[in-house]
């Protein structure tokens, strides 16, 4: 059964995480989100982290969960504040996300929706990564280049069977030649014979 959980921000990360890299994905978070909803976000992920990692952790809410010390999980701390507290605290969150990633669980996690788009962050051509893009447009190369081998080997192991030709062809044209010169020859041999007689009947 798929577990379905609103929350924006963990949304992004689930989509972005591996098409982004790490430093566009926290630029565009601390410019759209507030120091709130990134606190927010790391304790419910937390939560859903522990809920996997001790299932008989008990009912509780998400916010008292965060506060449980495991020793697989990065401890959460919360920032002081400040102009750096939201990059303090997105950097904690990143760091449950990798830690789970390293756990194998996060196939286990609840799929984290966006209930409106209006309060998912838009992301910029500049924010994209030039060399992601150049790799896989490496990785499409190698698919390609994979393909039109197997094709290549496809055909050399291919047997054409050509009909046979004749040993010493000769064209039509040539026999109608030859049929008219030996016609021609017979004619000519009996137009000699022929002129011949008056000379014979003379003597």
């Not at 859903?48 to 990692?53: P, S, T, V």
């Not at 910029?124 to 081998?149: M, N, T, Y």
Request: charged share 25%.
């Amino acid at each position: 059964m798929v577990v379905l959980i609103v929350c924006e921000l963990l949304s992004f990360i689930a989509n972005k995480v591996n098409k982004l890299p790490i430093e566009s994905i926290k630029k565009i978070i601390c410019d759209f989100y507030s120091v709130g909803q990134i606190c927010n976000a790391k304790e419910r992920l937390k939560s859903k982290i522990l809920r996997i990692l001790v299932p008989d952790i008990g009912d509780r809410l998400y916010e008292e969960l965060a506060k449980v010390v495991v020793s697989d999980l990065p401890r959460l701390v919360t920032h002081s504040q400040g102009d750096t507290r939201a990059n303090m605290e997105l950097a904690d969150l990143m760091e449950l996300w990798y830690k789970a990633d390293e756990l194998n669980i996060i196939s286990s996690l609840p799929t984290f929706v966006t209930a409106s788009y209006d309060k998912a962050p838009a992301v910029k051509p500049e924010d994209l990564d030039i060399c992601l893009i150049a790799k896989r447009l490496f990785k499409l190369e190698d698919v390609v280049a994979g393909h039109s081998q197997t094709l290549l080997d496809a055909v050399d192991k291919t047997t054409l069977e050509w009909p046979s030709l004749p040993r010493n062809p000769t064209p039509s044209c040539v026999s109608m030649s030859m049929n008219n010169i030996s016609t021609n020859n017979s004619d000519a041999s009996l137009t000699l014979s022929a002129s011949a007689l008056p000379s014979v009947a003379d003597q």
